[in-house]
């Protein structure tokens, strides 16, 4: 009997010898990777890192794709086609930024009155007098896109309250219908709370306010299944404006909101409060969606123009490609709220995810920019995919935001974790599937910045990923990265 015991008790023994080793393995593990120096991380972190990552696997939703949309320029020539080909985006946005509201559908141009729309004026009248919208060329590329992949593009259309009414925007969308697009997602207008994008029609947010609930009418009557939305502003000296277009909140089924968060760390002496900008991106965004909803009611959210930027310079911030991850794991974590999405803009000069010269044109060969890595992530594992329940507990970094904040999708019938590490050091990464702790093997690659700091472009088909690890055991992320973990 006491031998027996003896043995148990050495087996017992055995197994807590082997779980301390584990342990140090694990610390000697996180120990190797490489801690970004202090000097030029914005936070004050605690020694160790962790996160845990409960996923529910008996709850599942479908992945909103529109949330991966991005504004996108360029349908006219061979050159621009075959760039929309390669990178078929999943929505179209049309016209993107303020041209919308001076489109004139009828003749696929641009026009201008004698409102005074101070520093857009000179473009404007460039834009009336020679620059077309090509709207049947994106109709042919949109009949492709439906006969290789199925669908076509998940259009965000911008109507131009400026200059057209009801009766107008009721023969637009018919037009738009007969060449075959979706009419199911209309923005009333862009940005109408500047004065310098109105009209002599709609000089005021009164008359903004009857233009378009007088158009939503019209649409919502001959157009059951359409939606549309109202640009209103996060900028608290908007409240006003913004009162009066909500009204009764009745007239409009979403709210569009344009938000660019972030800062330039390259100011002297702003570094640690542009990185903390940066790196804390989803706060920001949640706390200006809160308020806005707060006023306009519990309306889903259309993100019609974001970004996260850090600089003008050719080569992305890391901070700015962390910022994008985690929001883009916001959204998803939020789609009760986050309906659809659209990137500010792929292929120009704000936040382009491809390399741009001076004129605001795609550089041949093609250079792929840090954003484009990013959102490359989330296009491969979040696009037709169904995000698995979950919820996370992390270290913090500013006190209330986690340092680790991560999702599982599932797709094709394998699940994946999408992890994001804002902290300068290595995080232990905890999984439980099911109540229990995840004990399978999996394959991690990552996105992995070595610093806050520029990213080098590359070439727009390589793949910036590492591999971390294959295998079972212990998960670690590395500092600044953004972590794809395929379990097996």
């Given at each position: 009997m006491s031998c027996v015991k003896s043995l148990a008790e050495d087996e017992v023994l055995e197994e807590i010898i082997e779980e301390e080793n584990e342990e140090e393995e694990e610390e000697e593990e996180l120990e190797d990777q490489l801690i970004v120096s202090p000097e030029i991380y914005p936070f004050d972190l605690p020694t160790r890192i962790e996160a845990t990552l409960t996923v529910e696997t008996s709850q599942k939703e479908k992945f909103k794709n529109p949330l991966l949309g991005y504004n996108i320029e360029g349908f006219n020539t061979q050159t621009e086609k075959d760039f929309i080909r390669k990178f078929n985006p999943v929505s179209i946005r049309?016209?993107?930024?303020?041209?919308?509201?001076?489109?004139?559908?009828?003749?696929?141009?641009?026009?201008?009155?004698?409102?005074?729309?101070?520093?857009?004026?000179?473009?404007?009248?460039?834009?009336?007098?020679?620059?077309?919208?090509?709207?049947?060329?994106?109709?042919?590329?949109?009949?492709?896109?439906?006969?290789?992949?199925?669908?076509?593009?998940?259009?965000?259309?911008?109507?131009?309250?400026?200059?057209?009414?009801?009766?107008?925007?009721?023969?637009?969308?018919?037009?738009?219908?007969?060449?075959?697009?979706?009419?199911?997602?209309?923005?009333?207008?862009?940005?109408?709370?500047?004065?310098?994008?109105?009209?002599?029609?709609?000089?005021?947010?009164?008359?903004?306010?009857?233009?378009?609930?007088?158009?939503?009418?019209?649409?919502?009557?001959?157009?059951?299944?359409?939606?549309?939305?109202?640009?209103?502003?996060?900028?608290?000296?908007?409240?006003?404006?913004?009162?009066?277009?909500?009204?009764?909140?009745?007239?409009?089924?979403?709210?569009?909101?344009?938000?660019?968060?972030?800062?330039?760390?390259?100011?002297?002496?702003?570094?640690?409060?542009?990185?903390?900008?940066?790196?804390?991106?989803?706060?920001?965004?949640?706390?200006?969606?809160?308020?806005?909803?707060?006023?306009?009611?519990?309306?889903?959210?259309?993100?019609?123009?974001?970004?996260?930027?850090?600089?003008?310079?050719?080569?992305?911030?890391?901070?700015?490609?962390?910022?994008?991850?985690?929001?883009?794991?916001?959204?998803?974590?939020?789609?009760?709220?986050?309906?659809?999405?659209?990137?500010?803009?792929?292929?120009?000069?704000?936040?382009?995810?491809?390399?741009?010269?001076?004129?605001?044109?795609?550089?041949?060969?093609?250079?792929?920019?840090?954003?484009?890595?990013?959102y490359e992530i989330f296009q491969e594992n979040f696009m037709d995919a169904d995000v698995v329940a979950s919820q996370i507990e992390s270290t913090k970094i500013d006190g209330t935001m986690n340092a680790v904040n991560a999702s599982v999708v599932e797709k094709e019938g394998k699940k994946v974790v999408v992890a994001v590490n804002l902290a300068n050091k290595p995080a232990k990464f905890n999984l439980k599937m099911g109540g229990s702790d995840y004990e399978g093997s999996f394959t991690h690659h990552a996105l992995v910045f070595d610093s806050l700091g520029a990213v080098p472009n590359i070439d727009i088909d390589a793949d910036p990923k590492r591999l971390i690890k294959e295998g079972d055991g212990s998960i670690s992320l590395p500092p600044l990265s953004v972590n794809q973990i395929i379990l097996q």
């Open positions: 049309f016209p993107s930024g303020l041209w919308s509201n001076f489109y004139e559908w009828q003749t696929d141009g641009y026009q201008n009155d004698s409102w005074d729309n101070k520093s857009h004026e000179g473009a404007l009248d460039i834009y009336a007098e020679k620059i077309k919208g090509h709207i049947n060329q994106i109709a042919s590329l949109n009949t492709e896109k439906k006969e290789q992949y199925g669908r076509g593009f998940h259009m965000m259309w911008t109507y131009s309250m400026n200059f057209d009414d009801a009766e107008s925007c009721l023969a637009r969308a018919e037009k738009d219908a007969a060449l075959g697009f979706e009419i199911k997602d209309i923005e009333l207008g862009n940005e109408h709370f500047w004065k310098s994008q109105r009209s002599n029609q709609v000089p005021t947010e009164y008359d903004y306010l009857t233009r378009a609930s007088s158009v939503a009418d019209a649409l919502h009557q001959r157009f059951p299944e359409v939606r549309v939305s109202i640009p209103i502003s996060w900028r608290r000296s908007h409240e006003a404006y913004n009162k009066v277009i909500i009204d009764d909140k009745k007239y409009f089924d979403a709210i569009s909101l344009h938000k660019y968060m972030g800062s330039d760390p390259d100011v002297p002496g702003e570094s640690n409060s542009a990185y903390s900008a940066l790196l804390t991106s989803r706060e920001v965004l949640a706390e200006d969606v809160n308020w806005i909803r707060s006023h306009a009611g519990d309306k889903p959210i259309w993100l019609t123009e974001w970004g996260v930027s850090a600089n003008s310079e050719i080569e992305v911030n890391s901070a700015a490609c962390l910022g994008m991850a985690d929001v883009y794991l916001f959204m998803a974590e939020n789609q009760d709220i986050y309906d659809r999405a659209n990137w500010f803009i792929f292929n120009k000069a704000l936040n382009p995810m491809v390399v741009v010269d001076e004129r605001r044109k795609p550089i041949y060969p093609l250079q792929k920019r840090g954003y484009l890595s990013v």
